[in-house]
């Protein structure tokens, strides 16, 4: 059975820092390239980071030189460090795990269930 659990969301002040966990399961995590999107009321969802299998990383522009993902294939688990919030962050963060099969156009994606991120004063 696949599973992206997603945690440690919360409240934080701007200027705060949190660190979002998204825990793999059913599936060889280290095969998968990993990404965080995040979706705020009323918005679309939108790409935050992404982590390919061989650890290289991008970002939005919204969020780069603050958000820093990283992921451990020994605890099949991604991370998201995120410093100096600003009240735009706030949003429900998903992690998504996709990976296409290689000379096919066969593509698994999984997606977790979400965790809020809110930061006010």
């Known amino acids: 059975q696949v599973q992206l659990v997603e945690s440690g969301g919360g409240l934080v002040q701007p200027g705060g820092s949190l660190r979002l966990s998204c825990a793999a399961s059913?599936?060889?995590?280290?095969?998968?390239?990993m990404s965080w999107y995040r979706q705020a009321p009323g918005k679309e969802r939108e790409l935050v980071a992404a982590?390919?299998?061989?650890?290289?990383?991008d970002y939005a522009d919204s969020v780069k030189g603050r958000f820093t993902i990283s992921r451990d294939n020994t605890k099949n688990t991604v991370f998201l460090q995120m410093n100096s919030l600003k009240p735009e962050d706030t949003a429900v963060y998903y992690c998504?795990?996709?990976?296409?099969?290689?000379?096919?156009?066969?593509?698994?994606?999984?997606w977790g269930q979400g965790t809020q991120v809110t930061v006010s004063s």
């Open positions: 998504r795990a996709r990976a296409r099969v290689v000379f096919t156009t066969t593509v698994y994606e999984y």
């Open positions: 059913g599936f060889p995590f280290r095969n998968y390239a």
């Open positions: 982590i390919t299998t061989a650890s290289t990383t």
